[in-house]
């Protein structure tokens, strides 16, 4: 029998007090693909960095046998790990705009890792890197080598990522969260990529998600990972088909789903939400250890916060990061209040829309001529993919950015919960101040009732009142998410605009912070315009869906129409992108876009790069 390619035994790792990974054992084989599944502290990042030694230094303590591609990582020395990382086994991270240096070109990048590992000419080295970039579909690869990080689309970065991955031909690839935040298609073409590249190359892969749609379009095992140990494993059709654990089946029962021609799910209902990840007590979560105790996945211990100002906590927003915890809302459904949304109850109407940025032929126009009506009650969904403009809507909605033409008329306060909380909430200020931002922009001034005004916030989002001298570190993603909620309710709004409240959240998170939203609109009247690229999410939490594309709205209505009957083709192209959990479906879905594509190598969709038009 082939010798492993990986092997992992009695694995276990310590930040400080608290065990992160705790006996973890497993083998993958070469050619093969293993997918690591969990929620976000459930140990599975931890252990991937493990493989290459990344915790040395670190102040970890690592126990247990590890071996990689015949190398004991373990006792390696420190050029043994260099040679390994790299050379034999390469790694895929979550964000590639951190990972790649902004001020080199991304060919420069690709050709140094391989002068590293392999030596040669400087032109040898930038042939590779334009050799690997045409292998990853990168389009007229030889000229985007000359370009830098920022001049890439989020799906391009990715692919760059990837191939440098992939300039020394490794024999592993581990792949943490590589399509984390990508929308559908671009995530497809990914997953077609990692699939194509194994199948050719004989690579194995190592991929770590908590999304398990992902899993089941790329992986042939599932290891299901909680507390910083292995729960389940076996065959992704089995596993995901007929989970034999409690916490895999309440896994799985959380993903949003979009079944054909079904109508809308409400998956929070509380037969839906008995599981043990459903209904936790703050501050005792079975599953993530404490946030910001060095507890959480490697990448959230190693990371420092950058030292970000405040100057528009007014509008009251936060971004998510990927955490889980408390249940603030068991047993709310996403779906609208009855009898909210009176068609003449109408909170904000926009007409003729269009938002451009730059002049003359440098002008990019990223809204065009958008037309939309909010109501008190309901929830509006805006899907598209990367660059289809639902974010700069989104902000003209809420008064972030003026139009270029047309206008927004709003009945009430209009406030903003933005993607992600590290970079929204200031690591300096507590949160209880960031909340009360807030109310002192409003004009008030006495402290005491500030405080318990605060406390009252935080205490309808599901957060403990007496931590409001608490910083952001102290808290999960989740947590924060909801520390944003908070922020946003301060000025008692109208509508709230959720710009990507969930989108790096894991599924029993999103849940959480999906059902909070729900009740807080049930119970408050409020309007929400939901901005997402995960049309299953969206289909759970609407009432209405309006679906964008290169900065118009090509498909609105009735979310059982759309996602039942969609008219337009390419909201049927994006609702085909969306993960299946079945693998078989999977496999079928890969092999017909790869019948369109004409080939084995994923064609990337033209590239409108933006800043702020996601």
Same mark, same amino acid.
């Given at each position: ?214 899993? /089941?379009? #790329?992986?042939? &095992?599932?290891? =299901?990972?909680? $507390?910083?140990? *292995?729960?389940?494993?076996? @065959?992704? +059709? !089995? ?78 927003? /936060?971004? #998510?990061?990927? &955490?889980?915890? =408390?249940?603030? $809302?068991?047993? *709310?459904?996403?779906?609208? @209040?009855? +009898? !909210? ?100 922009? !409003? ?172």
């Amino acid at each position: 029998m082939t010798e492993p390619l990986v092997e992992v035994t009695d694995l276990g790792i310590s930040f400080g007090a608290v065990r992160a990974v705790d006996g973890l054992s497993f083998t993958l084989r070469p050619g093969a693909a293993l997918g690591v599944v969990g929620e976000s502290g459930s140990g599975k990042s931890a252990s991937a960095y493990a493989l290459l030694g990344l915790h040395r230094g670190t102040g970890a303590r690592v126990t247990g046998s590890i071996r990689v591609a015949g190398v004991d990582v373990g006792s390696a020395s420190d050029a043994e790990l260099r040679a390994l990382r790299g050379g034999l086994a390469a790694m895929v991270f979550q964000d590639p705009l951190s990972s790649l240096d902004p001020y080199y070109s991304i060919g420069d990048q690709i050709a140094e890792v391989y002068r590293v590992h392999r030596g040669g000419s400087r032109r040898a080295a930038r042939a590779r890197a334009v050799s690997v970039l045409d292998r990853v579909g990168i389009p007229d690869a030889a000229r985007k080598s000359r370009s830098r990080p920022h001049e890439f689309s989020g799906g391009m970065r990715q692919r760059a990522l990837i191939a440098m991955a992939l300039a020394c031909e490794p024999r592993l690839l581990i792949a943490d969260e590589p399509t984390t935040a990508l929308d559908v298609t671009v995530q497809a073409q990914i997953l077609d990529l990692l699939h194509d590249l194994r199948q050719s190359t004989g690579l194995g892969l190592l991929l770590v998600t908590h999304d398990v749609g992902v899993a /089941a379009e #790329s992986v042939d &095992e599932v290891l =299901v990972m909680r $507390a910083g140990r *292995a729960v389940e494993r076996g @065959a992704v +059709g !089995a596993v995901l088909g007929a989970p034999t654990d409690p916490y895999t089946r309440a896994l799985l029962s959380a993903v949003p789903r979009i079944p054909p021609g079904a109508p809308p799910q409400t998956p929070f209902a509380p037969e839906r939400r008995s599981s043990s990840i459903a209904g936790r007590a703050e501050g005792v979560d079975p599953v993530e250890p404490h946030a910001g105790s060095g507890a959480g996945e490697a990448a959230n211990v190693a990371e420092p916060h950058a030292d970000r100002g405040a100057g528009n906590c007014a509008s009251g927003h /936060a971004r #998510s990061a990927g &955490e889980s915890e =408390v249940e603030g $809302a068991a047993g *709310a459904s996403p779906q609208k @209040a009855e +009898g !909210a949304a009176d068609a003449g109850d109408v909170v904000l109407r926009a007409a003729g829309l269009r938002k451009a940025f730059g002049r003359g032929r440098a002008a990019f126009t990223a809204v065009d001529t958008v037309d939309l009506t909010v109501h008190r009650g309901e929830t509006l969904g805006i899907v598209g993919e990367s660059g289809s403009g639902k974010t700069t809507l989104g902000r003209m909605l809420v008064g972030l950015l003026e139009p270029s033409a047309g206008h927004v008329s709003r009945t009430g306060t209009v406030q903003m919960v933005f993607q992600d909380p590290v970079s929204s909430l200031n690591p300096r200020r507590s949160i209880g101040e960031s909340v009360a931002d807030p109310l002192r922009a !409003a004009g008030r001034r006495d402290e005491a009732a500030i405080r318990a005004r605060v406390g009252e916030l935080l205490e309808r989002v599901g957060l403990d009142p007496d931590r409001y001298d608490s910083y952001p570190h102290e808290f999960s993603g989740g947590q924060r998410q909801r520390v944003g909620i908070a922020r946003a309710l301060a000025a008692e709004p109208t509508l709230i605009v959720c710009d990507e409240p969930v989108s790096a959240l894991d599924v029993t998170t999103q849940a959480q912070v999906t059902a909070l939203l729900a009740q807080l609109q049930r119970e408050l009247g409020l309007a929400l315009v939901f901005v997402a690229h995960d049309l299953a999410v969206v289909r759970q939490v609407s009432d209405r869906v309006a679906v964008m594309r290169q900065g118009r709205i090509v498909e609105e209505g009735e979310v059982e129409a759309v996602y039942g009957a969609p008219k337009d083709p390419y909201t049927r192209q994006l609702l085909a992108a969306v993960p299946a959990l079945d693998p078989a479906l999977a496999a079928a879905r890969r092999a017909a876009r790869r019948e369109l594509r004409g080939g084995d190598t994923p064609e990337p969709r033209p590239d409108r790069e933006e800043v702020a038009v996601a």
